[in-house]
């Protein structure tokens, strides 16, 4: 398989999630308190958008990629 088109496949499957999925959540554990032996800790959860417009230009250059991997071979 062509670089072009490998890489314009990887970029559409990116593109397509970004614009379905808007973001991305993880979660973290950090200490609350540390007395010695007694240790509390907290999750939060931290939410990173991610927004449409680089979806779509992920998705417009898979495709650019694609159509030039079918051109070139």
Known sequence: M???VLIGIILVVVGVVAL???GF???TREKA???GPIQVTT???RNIPV???VGGLALAGGIVL???GNRRG
């Open 43 to 45: 999750e939060r959860t």
């Open 20 to 22: 379905a999925y808007e």
């Open 25 to 27: 959540t993880y979660t």
């Open 66 to 68: 694609l159509v030039m």
């Open 33 to 35: 308190v540390d007395l």
């Open 51 to 53: 927004p449409p417009i």
């Open 2 to 4: 062509k670089s072009y």
